[in-house]
């Protein structure tokens, strides 16, 4: 009866494996390839027949629209300077800090990391304005430099509680083997921690690069003023609020904005599923 019924179980978890992943796969790409269809659609066609859900003939002019005339190519340029500087720099603090808290004996040790835990937990709204006065007194409002600034205090604590988790899986063995041979506190780290903690860095690199790249509220306050410095989501926010653009062009743009993170995810997908330090201490 346990033979029957075990046999049974697995025959239908392997029915419905591959079912419940294609609907959690459908309901999850559908509104992207839906906006992608309405992108390259000819906005008669569209107006025509709003229903339809495949187009009848394809166009790129909303590209070349949202790219030259809506000026997306220059908000391209400024989110990938802010976002590529707040990951380089928010890794460059957060991996020794990480590894110190990781790491190190020290008094408040605990104290430390549950502290940069809770600054995370303030809203950013509560940081709005007194940041937009310092600023503007210090002659940083409306520019890259001090957007990346903000940028880089939002995702330091939090990656910072990440990574500590990562480097204590670390085998300390692995360490102590590197100061036998002569490295030096910065020498293991570089040597041998940061290659054991590639799927740790890649999944905080990305989360700072997607919170540089999709935020709106700071980028908004400190950057309405110049459009020559805006990012993609500023860009795409004067989309939607103009009645004079048409769907297919909002939608060229929101393309324009999701997939460079969809790229990345999948450029480094093997790095986040992969477990790295397997087979790092052998016996």
């Known amino acids: 009866m346990n033979v029957s019924r075990d046999r049974f179980e697995r025959g239908l978890l392997k029915v419905l494996k591959p079912l419940v992943v294609a609907f959690l796969f459908l309901i999850t790409a559908f509104p992207f390839c839906y906006m992608v269809m309405l992108s390259v659609r000819d906005i008669q066609e569209l107006i025509l027949d709003p229903g339809s859900l495949w187009p009848r003939s394809l166009t790129l002019d909303t590209y070349v629209d949202v790219l030259t005339r809506q000026g997306f190519l220059t908000f391209l340029k400024?989110?990938?300077?802010?976002?590529?500087?707040?990951?380089?720099?928010?890794?460059?603090?957060?991996i020794p800090g990480a590894y110190a808290v990781a790491r190190l004996r020290f008094f408040g040790r605990r104290q430390v990391h549950f502290l940069f835990l809770a600054v995370y937990l303030f809203p950013a709204i509560v940081l709005a304005?007194?940041?937009?006065?310092?600023?503007?007194?210090?002659?940083?409002?409306?520019?890259?430099?001090?957007?990346?600034?903000?940028?880089?205090?939002?995702?330091?604590?939090?990656?910072?509680?990440?990574?500590?988790?990562?480097?204590?899986t670390v085998p300390q063995s692995v360490e102590e083997a590197a100061a036998i041979d002569g490295c030096t506190r910065l020498s293991t780290i570089w040597r041998v921690v940061l290659p054991l903690s590639k799927p740790a860095l890649m999944a905080t690199g990305l989360y700072a690069f997607m919170i540089?790249?999709?935020?709106?509220?700071?980028?908004?306050?400190?950057?309405?003023?110049?459009?020559?410095?805006?990012t993609v989501s500023l860009g795409l926010s004067q989309l939607a609020g103009s009645i004079?653009?048409?769907?297919?062009?909002?939608?060229?743009?929101?393309?324009?904005?999701?997939?460079?993170?969809?790229?990345?995810?999948?450029?480094?997908?093997r790095l986040l599923t992969a477990g790295l330090t397997a087979g790092a201490e052998k016996g």
């Open 78 to 94: 400024n989110s990938t300077i802010v976002a590529v500087a707040s990951v380089a720099v928010t890794l460059l603090i957060s």
């Open 129 to 168: 304005i007194p940041l937009f006065v310092l600023f503007t007194m210090i002659g940083l409002r409306g520019s890259l430099i001090g957007l990346i600034l903000v940028y880089i205090a939002q995702t330091v604590p939090v990656t910072v509680y990440m990574l500590r988790n990562y480097f204590e």
């Open 244 to 269: 004079e653009i048409p769907t297919t062009v909002l939608m060229a743009g929101s393309v324009v904005l999701t997939l460079p993170i969809v790229i990345v995810f999948f450029a480094g997908e």
């Open 212 to 230: 540089a790249w999709n935020e709106f509220l700071f980028a908004l306050l400190f950057l309405v003023e110049r459009r020559e410095n805006w």
